[in-house]
């Protein structure tokens, strides 16, 4: 009997959703993994190699609900948080574990996934893509893990290619949700987070040091 309670009680703590935190610039999930949002400089859309660019503070993050009656419906029906950012600007994700605890982290942009390049609803082309990559016995890595990945630069466009996260328009067509899709309906950033639940040690995603260039496009 005390084996099943503690069963059913383990199957309830995973079911719950995980907590969230919110300081002036750095969001606490589950009480021990920490995001914060860096900002840095806009490196040159010329195609060249540059080295990864500086670390210039985090961006402020306000709850939308604190903004509702200056904010369009559209976006307060979203929820969620906000991040003021210039175009002029570019973002990185900076993560931290508190504790060994491990996370399996998946980051979307417009519900495109930014370690993949693939969108989150899944369609024919991703399909073929998938069934090549397993063909190889090579699946499509779309998450991260921490501790083990401490920030995340932008979309991984090929091995040691990134295309930095940086803030435009909706609607002209220039958001990687529209290049993917086709669409723009969602905008945004998106976080999928699952906390590890067994004892089998996770594989961390190999990550790139500082000191090492980095083509940004």
């Excluded at 660019?53 to 559209?74: C, H, I, M, Q, W």
């Excluded at 948080?81 to 994700?93: G, H």
């Amino acid at each position: 009997m005390r084996d099943n309670v503690s069963q059913k009680d383990s199957a309830k703590a995973e079911d719950q959703p995980l907590s969230l935190k919110l300081n002036r610039t750095t969001i606490l999930v589950d009480g021990q993994l920490q995001i914060s949002f860096r900002r840095t400089v806009k490196v040159p859309d010329n195609q060249q190699t540059s080295n990864l660019p500086p670390d210039l503070g985090p961006f402020k993050l306000t709850n939308v609900n604190y903004g509702s009656d200056r904010l369009p419906a559209s976006i307060k029906a979203k929820g969620g948080l906000l991040l003021p950012m210039y175009e002029r600007e570019a973002m990185w994700i900076k993560f931290r574990s508190l504790t060994s605890k491990s996370y399996a982290i998946k980051v979307l942009s417009g519900g495109v996934n930014a370690i993949s390049g693939e969108p989150e609803q899944e369609t024919i082309e991703t399909k073929k893509r998938r069934k090549a990559f397993l063909t190889k016995r090579k699946p499509i890595q779309d998450y991260l893990v921490v501790p083990g990945q401490p920030w995340l630069d932008g979309f991984a466009t090929a091995p040691g290619k990134v295309h930095q996260f940086v803030a435009t328009t909706l609607g002209k067509g220039k958001t990687i949700e529209s290049q993917i899709t086709g669409v723009e309906d969602i905008g945004g950033l998106q976080f999928h987070i699952t906390p590890q639940t067994f004892n089998e040690e996770p594989q961390n995603l190999v990550h790139v040091p500082h000191n090492i260039p980095i083509r940004f496009s």
